[in-house]
Every structure is written in structure tokens, then in C-alpha cells.
């Protein structure tokens, strides 16, 4: 029951930031391109990145995996919302900005999760 709170807390917490990043990065580039949903994925997959390292290496309590790996990071990052704007932009017509957003996030997202293994597993 313990995780059960943690996930729920780190949950609260990534929904936030989410919500707070998305509308920062509207306010800063517009609504053309969901640039607010890459930039989470590509942070949110750094930090998993770094949180699997971490875990491997048994630095880091289930606790915090819970609270931080499936809570914060779980509620923060959705596919589904790239998903809904990646269809959005295709159903517009907007064919390269939709390509552009998935290409983006699948290379990005998988390289932030490389670095943040890399950068754990570096300093052993």
C-alpha cells in the first residue's frame, strides 16, 4: 500500500510539471508544433535513463522507483497525448510535422534514455 501512495504523490507531482512545461513551451514557441509533449518525453526519458542505471546498481530504494520511475516520470511523459497530436497534425494535413514529431520523439527519447544510463553506469 506504501508504493500504492508513492505512485499516487510522484503521479501528482509529474501531472503538474507536465501541465506547467506544456504551457510554458506554447507560451514560448505557439501552438503549431507540440513542442511541450517533446520536450517531456525527451526529459522524462532522460531521467528513466538515469533511474534504471540507478536501480541497477542498487543505489536507489523500490520506494523512490515507485515514487519517481512509474509516479513523476508515468504521469509526466504520455504517449498518448503524442499519439492524439501526432494524428492531429496527419488529419490536417500537416504530414512533415507530424514525421517531424515522431521521428523527434522516438530518436530523442531513446537517445535521453542511452544518456542517462551512460551517465550513471560512467561514473562506477
Request: charged letters at 5%; a neutral charge.
Amino acid at each position: 500500500m506504501n508504493n500504492l501512495l508513492l505512485v499516487a504523490l510522484g503521479g501528482s507531482i509529474g501531472a503538474v510539471f507536465r501541465y506547467l512545461i506544456s504551457i510554458f513551451m506554447i507560451q514560448v514557441f505557439g501552438s503549431s508544433f507540440p513542442f511541450g509533449t517533446l520536450l517531456v518525453n525527451v526529459l522524462g526519458s532522460f531521467l528513466m535513463g538515469v533511474i534504471y542505471a540507478l536501480g541497477q546498481l542498487s543505489h536507489i530504494s523500490p520506494e523512490f522507483k515507485a515514487l519517481i520511475g512509474v509516479g513523476l516520470l508515468g504521469a509526466l511523459t504520455t504517449f498518448s497525448t503524442f499519439s492524439n497530436e501526432t494524428l492531429l497534425l496527419m488529419q490536417d494535413g500537416d504530414w512533415l510535422k507530424a514525421a517531424l514529431n515522431v521521428v523527434l520523439n522516438l530518436s530523442l527519447c531513446l537517445f535521453m534514455v542511452y544518456l542517462g544510463q551512460q551517465l550513471v553506469f560512467s561514473r562506477i
